[in-house]
């Protein structure tokens, strides 16, 4: 029962983060542009982390799960169901925005990119006019392999900063927002790409960087955190 506790609030907390912060960008991305989209993921995840961080560890994100599993502090059976419960529950968040933007098709919504003369919208990650796959695929690696790192060290046991580790998490993914979203509207995270991506017709012909990319920085993001930290955390797999 603790575990499924532990599922469902990843799937609560993955469904808000997608239906909060991409609805930034989806409901009143024209009113505070880029810098105020980030600005709302940052602030949506300290939410959460107060909210969930004591039950599930706040996750809600398969790249922070993975990352998580690799430095030895959840079992992959954990991991495995982290991601079903993650990825669910951003479909569900992307439900509630398509609903939204179904509504009233002449309100202005922002999260629209046109490119190649495609149409996506639900702030999904696909690339911006001008990005390569190449540039996507560098920065999803390296602004994950900072977002985990920051995490890793944040909720150490032992050096990690405790009560407030939750505000510099929800720094972190603020400043990689800003920095990210002019590229492939920043992912560093599969299940938030995964979820607008259900409603949003051709939007999967990037989402392998989605994955890759994220994959990739979390794992360098572990072998780092074990190169600086003084301790090596015992693994419970």
């Given at each position: 029962?603790?575990?499924?506790?532990?599922?469902?609030?990843?799937?609560?907390?993955?469904?808000?983060?997608?239906?909060?912060?991409?609805?930034?960008?989806v409901l009143a991305g024209p009113s505070i542009g880029g810098y105020g989209v980030g600005v709302c993921f940052g602030l949506v995840l300290v939410c959460l982390c107060y909210c969930l961080g004591n039950i599930s560890g706040c996750h809600v994100n398969p790249a922070v799960s993975l990352g998580v599993y690799l430095s030895g502090r959840m079992s992959l059976k954990d991991m495995l169901c982290y991601w079903l419960f993650q990825m669910g529950g951003a479909v569900v968040?992307?439900?509630?925005?398509?609903?939204?933007?179904?509504?009233?098709?002449?309100?202005?919504?922002?999260?629209?990119?046109?490119?190649?003369?495609?149409?996506?919208?639900?702030?999904?990650?696909?690339?911006?006019?001008?990005?390569?796959?190449?540039?996507?695929?560098?920065?999803?690696?390296?602004?994950?392999?900072?977002?985990?790192?920051i995490i890793l060290g944040a909720t150490d046991a032992n050096v990690g900063w405790g009560k407030f580790a939750g505000i510099g998490i929800g720094l972190a993914l603020g400043l990689v927002n800003i920095v990210g979203i002019p590229v492939d509207n920043c992912s560093v995270n599969p299940a938030r790409s995964f979820g607008p991506a259900v409603f949003c017709p051709g939007a999967f012909h990037d989402f392998w960087i989605m994955v890759v990319g994220p994959f990739v920085g979390a794992i360098i993001a572990v072998i780092a955190w074990k190169v600086v930290s003084p301790y090596i955390a015992k693994g419970n797999r």
């Amino acid at each position: 029962m603790n575990d499924l506790k532990k599922y469902t609030a990843e799937g609560i907390g993955t469904m808000f983060l997608v239906l909060l912060a991409c609805g930034s960008a989806v409901l009143a991305g024209p009113s505070i542009g880029g810098y105020g989209v980030g600005v709302c993921f940052g602030l949506v995840l300290v939410c959460l982390c107060y909210c969930l961080g004591n039950i599930s560890g706040c996750h809600v994100n398969p790249a922070v799960s993975l990352g998580v599993y690799l430095s030895g502090r959840m079992s992959l059976k954990d991991m495995l169901c982290y991601w079903l419960f993650q990825m669910g529950g951003a479909v569900v968040g992307a439900a509630f925005l398509f609903w939204f933007v179904n509504m009233n098709p002449e309100f202005n919504f922002g999260g629209i990119t046109e490119n190649g003369g495609a149409t996506y919208n639900l702030a999904t990650n696909v690339l911006q006019p001008g990005a390569t796959s190449g540039m996507a695929l560098l920065m999803e690696a390296l602004l994950t392999f900072f977002f985990v790192f920051i995490i890793l060290g944040a909720t150490d046991a032992n050096v990690g900063w405790g009560k407030f580790a939750g505000i510099g998490i929800g720094l972190a993914l603020g400043l990689v927002n800003i920095v990210g979203i002019p590229v492939d509207n920043c992912s560093v995270n599969p299940a938030r790409s995964f979820g607008p991506a259900v409603f949003c017709p051709g939007a999967f012909h990037d989402f392998w960087i989605m994955v890759v990319g994220p994959f990739v920085g979390a794992i360098i993001a572990v072998i780092a955190w074990k190169v600086v930290s003084p301790y090596i955390a015992k693994g419970n797999r």
